[in-house]
């Protein structure tokens, strides 16, 4: 299972830190990627980390603005948000995507947080 939090509401220009922590299985050998779906939009995929820590960005928008990171210690993966403009309004959730590479495909996901970008 896969648990995302730290969404809310936040002015143009601000920033979040969300979180996703598995419980159940260990992330070591996944990777879990972070994706996003707007009201009225299909399911955009954001970032993905892979289990050897590379990344790839599913979403050129946020480039230069969004990290993603994980601590396998803690069984949990961080989207970091800068700069967050009004297009990021979305519920974000995390998911595994398999063994080892981002595929930019949810496998298993979770619940997600929702995040509300206006001034």
């Known amino acids: 299972q896969l648990q995302a939090s730290g969404g809310g509401l936040v002015q143009p220009g601000g920033s979040l830190r969300l979180s996703c922590v598995a419980s159940?299985?260990?992330?070591?050998?996944?990777?879990i990627g972070w994706f996003r779906q707007a009201p009225g939009k299909q399911r955009e995929g954001v970032l993905c980390i892979s289990n050897a820590y590379k990344v790839t960005y599913y979403s050129d928008s946020v480039k230069g603005r969004f990290t993603i990171s994980r601590d396998n210690a803690k069984n949990t993966v961080y989207l970091q948000m800068n700069n967050l403009a009004s297009d990021d309004t979305a519920l974000y959730f995390c998911?595994?995507?398999?063994?080892?590479?981002?595929?930019?495909?949810?496998?298993?996901r979770g619940q997600g947080t929702l995040v509300t970008v206006s001034s």
């Open positions: 998911a595994s995507e398999g063994f080892y590479h981002c595929m930019g495909h949810p496998i298993t």
């Open positions: 159940g299985f260990q992330i070591d050998d996944y990777a």
